[in-house]
């Protein structure tokens, strides 16, 4: 019953449709991780069975063997005790003949017996050698399934580490995107702006101070000539002339 538990076994994994499981998985790597534990359990389980079957089909094979031995032993007993005989009723004495006669009919009942058992043995030989060889095949295919379910297993963890590591990527990129004014860089730039914008509206300040102070200067010139020639007004002279009349 071990053994055809064991073999159901192996036929029902061998059977299974790994894609199909995968897709109806929620999550195919644990779907994957507990697969690898079923086979190996199966295999580790298979090949036990599998050892103890092939110890009984040697041991039939051996006592197939024994069987068949014996039996030529016998017969080889039953032609020398035969021969003997020959020689001794060729010789006049009947007596001891018989007797040599007589062993040769035991040693062939004998071979006889040794050959019924060899006989009775072949077929449960033919039968265990046929159980071994459909349980190493299935033994062998389920470890072709196993091989190919850790491919698998790698195949997926190499993808999930693909993935992850490009939405990464794509992450780092969209973060340093210049054109994206809700990124980092984007606000750093435009702070850029607002203070090169504020250096300028400075420096055309200070400009516009310096201007109004040098007119200032000009119309402090300009009064200061009045002045003068008010005085001389006053003090009787003759009027200054204009730049312009006396050119």
């Known amino acids: 019953m071990a053994k055809q538990s064991i073999f159901g076994r192996i036929s029902t994994l061998m059977k299974a449709n790994i894609n199909a499981m995968l897709d109806s998985?929620?999550?195919?790597?644990?779907?994957?991780?507990q697969l690898v534990r079923d086979f190996s359990n199966n295999i580790a389980d298979a090949e036990s069975a599998i050892a103890e079957t092939i110890g009984n089909l040697r041991l039939l094979e051996r006592d197939h063997a024994e069987d068949v031995q014996a039996a030529n032993e016998w017969g080889?007993?039953?032609?020398?005790?035969?021969?003997?005989?020959?020689?001794?009723?060729?010789a006049g004495n009947t007596t001891d003949a018989d007797k040599f006669d007589n062993l040769a009919k035991i040693a062939l009942q004998r071979q006889i017996s040794e050959e019924g058992q060899a006989k009775a043995t072949a077929p449960?030989?033919?039968?265990?050698?046929?159980?071994?060889?459909?349980?190493?095949?299935?033994?062998?295919?389920?470890?072709q399934k196993l091989e190919q379910l850790k491919g698998k297993r790698a195949e997926l963890l190499a993808r999930a580490k693909t993935a992850e590591a490009q939405n990464k990527?794509?992450?780092?990129?969209k973060s340093i995107d210049v054109m994206d004014p809700t990124s980092e860089l984007g606000r750093f730039e435009?702070?850029?702006?607002?203070?090169?914008?504020?250096?300028a509206g400075k420096q055309e300040l200070a400009a516009s101070s310096l201007d109004a102070q040098f007119?200032?200067?000009?119309?402090?010139?300009?009064?200061?000539?009045?002045?003068?020639?008010?005085?001389?007004?006053?003090?009787?002279?003759?009027p200054v002339q204009t730049a312009i009349e006396g050119s």
Not at 25 to 33: C, S, T
Not at 128 to 141: A, E, M, P, S, Y
């Open 25 to 33: 998985a929620e999550d195919p790597e644990k779907m994957l991780d």
């Open 76 to 90: 080889n007993k039953a032609l020398a005790a035969s021969r003997k005989a020959d020689e001794l009723r060729t």
């Open 124 to 143: 449960q030989i033919a039968a265990q050698t046929q159980v071994v060889d459909q349980l190493k095949d299935g033994l062998n295919g389920m470890k």
């Open 169 to 173: 990527v794509v992450d780092a990129v």
């Open 190 to 199: 435009d702070k850029i702006r607002r203070q090169e914008a504020l250096a």
């Open 215 to 238: 007119n200032s200067l000009d119309d402090l010139g300009e009064l200061t000539e009045v002045e003068a020639r008010l005085a001389l007004l006053k003090g009787g002279n003759a």
